[in-house]
């Protein structure tokens, strides 16, 4: 059963499998597209040897396979469920020791593993059978909306949660697949940390960066801000321990950044008198050196401590929320929500080239009656030299409604035309966030969008949304009658898997 149905609690134990010397199997037709041999695999040579089946501790939707050949042979595995199609996953070489991590797979199944020879003609060399376990207890329910499987695009969604109330939060980071079945999580059971801050796919390195939100009342202790993982749940790196807490001091914010050099970005906390404001910094990754910063400071007089009637000690003024950096193409853009403006900024000298938005230096086309975005999160550069601007548009109470838009911007006539909007009213799907959303375009042009909530007047969803407004994929959370869950942003990516259509 999928963990967005609720499910009986009971006991699951993993299957060991542990094969010395040859391993056969009889003739047999593989449910594959593929062309395979039916021949027996009797003969010496062709076998292999040493089959192991090993779990992982770190996510029991997952295990490690092993096995010898007597020559060097590339294979690939397929790995399947009666209820689930599966994957495959293929060696680029040639070699005589063998190593999978099967990974991926869904809840309380019993998975047929199955051995291939990477031939023209390919050989089933062996079969075996793994019974996935059961992801954490605590994760929340989560329940279908729409779903159109020819326009949806396929693939995993990386994310955190957060909850309205403090004993529903946990470190934790997990991947649902388009039939909202959890396959991948991560726990990081640190005493200092009260949930993940930040979760982010590298394709890349196929790592996971995230982004350590440390809890006040360990603010003097030393602790990592940010580590970065493989699929399997090794630690591949630590950042420097620092003596501060989330949105503390010196600490980061919203968003933190692994770049392509190796070096980390972040918007870093300033408190300033009254004033709270941020800087963007990048730096070394092992040693927080500092090799680039930019300072609102610099550029902006900030707002005097007599002027602030809000009854709030500290003015929060600039409030970034999110920086793309292009380091080759020495440009960063910066979005700060409280100004409702994107810059963007010449790395070499600092200066600001344009600002997107209300006050800005574009003229908008059209007659769009809320031509600007307003208190926005998240947005993503694409198009010719970032001519496409996407934005998660979370709107004032005033305008009462959120919603996703996209920019055509000229930066020859200084224009921004809206080419994209989509705000759900018409279709009974419309939202108001006040705080935190995402939009990412997909490889299929669709936009997926996080929509999380601390309003208990709605509740917290994930969805999909064609550039023709269509929405072709939901997927709600848990909402109680004292609390619910709360999305910040989200990735959805093509795993590095091949998904079997059987």
Avoid at 111 to 129: F, G, H, V, W
Avoid at 341 to 360: P, Q
Wanted: aromatic content about 16%; charged content about 25%; overall charge negative.
């Amino acid at each position: 059963m999928s963990r967005f149905l609720i499910m009986s609690v009971f006991f699951l134990a993993f299957l060991f499998v542990s094969c010395e010397n040859k391993v056969s199997v009889p003739n047999k037709e593989i449910p594959d597209e593929d062309e395979i041999s039916d021949e027996d695999t009797d003969s010496g040579d062709e076998l292999i040897s040493d089959l192991k089946i090993e779990e992982n501790k770190e996510n029991s939707l997952s295990c490690r396979l092993t096995f010898s050949t007597a020559n060097e042979k590339k294979t690939f595995v397929k790995y399947y469920s009666d209820t689930h199609k599966g994957y495959k996953i293929s060696e680029e070489s040639a070699k005589s020791e063998h190593y999978f991590f099967l990974w991926g797979m869904r809840e309380n199944r019993d998975y047929k593993i199955e051995i291939y020879s990477d031939d023209a003609e390919p050989e089933l060399l062996a079969s075996a059978e793994f019974h996935s376990g059961r992801a954490p207890d605590y994760l929340p329910l989560m329940y279908p909306g729409e779903h159109n499987k020819a326009k949806t695009a396929e693939g995993f969604v990386l994310f955190q949660y957060a909850a309205t109330t403090y004993d529903h939060i946990f470190p934790v980071a997990l991947m649902v697949d388009t039939d909202g079945e959890v396959v991948w999580y991560y726990e990081y059971n640190q005493w200092y940390l009260s949930a993940f801050g930040d979760v982010a796919w590298n394709p890349e390195k196929q790592t996971i960066l995230i982004g350590l939100t440390k809890d006040l009342s360990a603010a003097d202790s030393l602790a990592e801000e940010a580590i970065e993982i493989d699929l399997e749940g090794n630690i591949l790196w630590k950042s420097p321990e620092t003596a501060s807490y989330y949105y503390g001091p010196g600490s980061w914010n919203h968003a933190y950044y692994m770049m392509k050099d190796g070096s980390v970005t972040f918007p870093q906390v300033i408190y300033d008198d009254c004033v709270v404001t941020d800087r963007i910094v990048n730096l070394d990754a092992d040693t927080y050196g500092e090799f680039w910063i930019w300072d609102y400071r610099d550029y902006f007089e900030k707002p005097d401590c007599s002027t602030n009637t809000s009854g709030d000690f500290y003015i929060d003024w600039t409030h970034t929320n999110s920086v793309s950096m292009f380091k080759e193409e020495g440009i960063v853009y910066v979005n700060s929500r409280n100004f409702s403006t994107l810059f963007k900024i010449d790395m070499s000298s600092g200066a600001i080239i344009w600002r997107l938005g209300k006050d800005g230096d574009f003229s908008f086309v059209g007659d769009n009656p809320n031509p600007w975005f307003e208190l926005a999160h998240e947005p993503e550069i694409n198009g010719v030299n970032g001519n496409k601007i996407i934005f998660f548009d979370n709107g004032t109470a005033e305008r009462g409604f959120s919603r996703i838009v996209e920019y055509t911007i000229d930066e020859t006539n200084m224009t921004a035309e809206m080419t994209f909007e989509f705000d759900g009213r018409d279709l009974g799907k419309g939202w108001w966030s006040e705080y935190w959303g995402d939009a990412d375009r997909l490889e299929n042009d669709n936009i997926f969008v996080t929509a999380g909530f601390y309003d208990m007047q709605q509740i917290s969803r994930f969805f999909e949304v064609t550039h023709e407004g269509e929405v072709v994929w939901e997927l709600f959370f848990e909402k109680e009658d004292d609390w619910q869950i709360s999305l910040y942003k989200a990735d959805k990516f093509v795993p590095p898997l091949e998904f079997i259509n059987r």
